[in-house]
């Protein structure tokens, strides 16, 4: 779990299941990692990064909705803590296996099945699981 | 999306004029290059000089354009891509797919 006693930012965003927000979301986590990260000297690179795996795991969300699923929304909880950072996406959908997502081919010249390899590669840790509220992709990265 | 369209001696120049490609924008991209290559000539030249943040979908439309140029017999070229998002063609490999020119002079000048 993310939650700590010396967790230092919590953020908790709702928005509509649609792409149109996905420029709104990557920017909100690009300029937290460029705030909370200025003595990294790779900061501008992982807030970059960061916003790339939050764009990937929010069109991920919109595109396992269900159709006609009453829940049209999209949450992202993002919280940093020890130089730890948490994101969460939360979607409604059926769900996905993730460890059976394959690793792209680099021959394989397919449209799609690269967000999650961005995200597997570009942060430390990657789980998605069932919970009450929904699946959740959880994310995390050390910001030193 | 605003995508600029310029003829250069038979060569279609798409310049793409937003900040950011991803998968809000990306269907607009494909269809856009797949109408450009229908229209005939014989090259295709996406000007990715103003993208500075490209995710899976906006690589994705990219590919479309690359294999149906070939279906056509046509050439499909980037250029200009700014080093974050030559990142992303790295990361993937994709970078020895496409034919890549630092700039739209590079890849006109071909």
Redesign the interface.
Known sequence: MCDSAKTVLNLDIIVPNK??Y??LI?AIAEEIAKELTVDNPDHD?LA?HL??VV??AV?NA??YACPGESNDTVRIFLSIENNDLCVRVYDYGKGFNLEALPI?D?DD???????I??IR?LMDKVEYRKTDCGNVLEMRKRLN | MKILTEQHDGKTVLSLKDA?L???NSAELKDRILKSLEEGGREIIVDLHDVQ?I???G???L??G??NAIQRSMRFVLAGPQP?VMV?FE???LQ??FEIYPGLREALED
């Open positions: 792409t149109r996905l420029r990557g690179a970059y916003n790339l764009t990937e069109t919109i595109q792209p680099a010249l397919s449209e799609r099945g690269r967000g390899f961005f590669t | 950011r991803d998968a809000h943040f995710d899976s979908s690589l994705g439309a590919l479309s690359h294999k974050r992303m990361l993937t490999r020895r797919v």
